[in-house]
């Protein structure tokens, strides 16, 4: 444990009654913006994305935000009044916390922790606190306007977001010596999911995304690899990341469709699901078999559990477009641990398309029309999901 060293931030009695209206001033490449606090707790607090304008980099964490400003860095978490920064704790009067997708922070943080410690860039003068970055700064945070700058519409509107193209990324599971399943008619599931995933890849393009895959070929992609090319495709614009698979179990007569997120197995199918398509780990790492142990281990330090709930949407989602075309049985939303969606830093589902160990199915899952079908409801599925679920990249980058 680290060692505390408190420092309690009191508000002098004149400020306390000017904190019921503080507005914040932020001034970067583009038009100074004017934004109104939140009051979601009582008490007056600010997007942490604001800090952007200072330069900063803020980025999610399990339990809440961490704020890159001038080579220090400050961690907060949701529900705490403590943050860490400069190898000492400081304490606010009030926690930190996150609503609605957003990472909030405390007014007093802006008015009196900042000017302190940043006293020619932030100010607080005549009720009003001022963020101050230069055009070099703001291009440093990572290329994005100041809040406002792009963004028509109210302040408090995500800093560039209408202008930031959503990212999707297509992961077609397995390839080369790993095949994935073989149906009962010699259909692989590595050929059919990297079909399906080219023509979703020219749909999702046509609607405006950009679109990414992890291969675009027959060639093997290590696992871990696959997160890892996401997270920089993405870098700081919305994104999400599909893997598509079929299923196969030794029953033949087994049918059906199913959505994953990463989170914990709780059944023995969902077990299985994931050991059949953590499989391909071997390809990668010989010697190693992939034990209950190791997904433990992961799944206890899930860099992206701030998308645990946002990958539970999609994936419903998803379930719900394809009960409208698809003649398997819907079995749901499930979730376990797989290696490919493990470190993919944003909504992160795998889709079970249909059983290729069942005849009828294998035929179907080899067919343009039943292709083409899928590919619909999964680009729908994306459309609804970025409609509804905006506010997700608005505090993290
Ligand atoms: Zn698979």
């Known amino acids: 444990m680290m060692r505390w060293a408190l420092l309690l931030l009191l508000l002098p009695a004149g400020l306390a009654s000017q904190a019921a209206e503080p507005a914040l001033q932020v001034e970067g490449v583009g038009e100074p913006v004017s934004m109104s606090p939140a009051f979601h707790r009582g008490y007056a607090a600010f997007p942490a994305w604001t800090l952007r304008t ?65 006293p020619d860039r932030v100010s607080f003068a005549d009720g009003r606190l001022s963020l101050r970055a230069t055009a070099r700064e703001a291009a440093l945070a990572g290329g994005d306007p100041p809040p406002g700058a792009a963004a028509a519409g109210p302040p408090q509107e995500p800093l560039g977001h209408a202008a930031r193209v959503p990212v999707v990324v297509i992961d077609p599971g397995h390839g080369g010596e790993d095949t994935g399943r073989v149906g009962p008619g010699g259909l692989k599931e590595k050929d059919v999911v990297l079909e399906v995933s080219h023509r979703l890849a020219r749909v999702l393009a046509e609607r405006g995304y950009e679109v990414r895959m992890t291969r675009t070929t027959d060639t093997l992609v290590p696992l871990s690899r696959r997160a890892k090319m996401a997270n920089e495709w993405r870098g700081n614009r919305p994104g999400l990341f599909l893997s598509i ?22 059944t023995e199918d969902e077990r299985r699901v994931a050991e059949m398509e953590n499989a391909a780990i071997a390809y990668e790492m010989p010697d190693r078999v992939v034990g209950t142990e190791d997904l433990d281990f992961i799944l206890n330090n899930l860099r992206n559990d701030y998308y645990v709930r946002a990958s539970h949407t999609l994936a419903g989602l998803v379930q719900d477009q394809f009960t409208m075309f698809h003649s398997g049985p819907n079995r749901g939303v499930k979730q376990a641990g797989f290696l490919v969606l493990v470190g993919a830093f944003m909504p992160a589902v795998l889709i079970e398309l249909g059983f290729i160990s069942n005849p009828v199915e294998e035929r179907l899952l080899g067919s343009a029309s039943f292709q083409n079908r899928a590919v619909q409801a999964i680009a729908d599925a994306v459309d609804r999901f970025f409609k509804t679920q905006s506010d997700l990249w608005d505090a993290s980058t």
């Open 54 to 118: 200072l330069g900063a980099r803020v980025e999610a964490t399990r339990r809440g935000v961490e704020v890159v400003l001038a080579a220090d860095t400050l961690h907060f978490e949701a529900g705490s009044p403590f943050f860490t920064g400069s190898g000492r704790t400081w304490q606010l009067v009030e926690p930190a916390y996150r609503e609605g997708g957003v990472f909030y922070l405390p007014w007093q943080l802006f008015a009196h922790w900042l000017p302190t410690t940043f």
């Open 245 to 266: 698979h079929a299923n196969g179990v030794s029953n033949q007569r087994v049918r059906g469709f199913e959505t994953f997120f990463l989170s914990e197995a709780r």
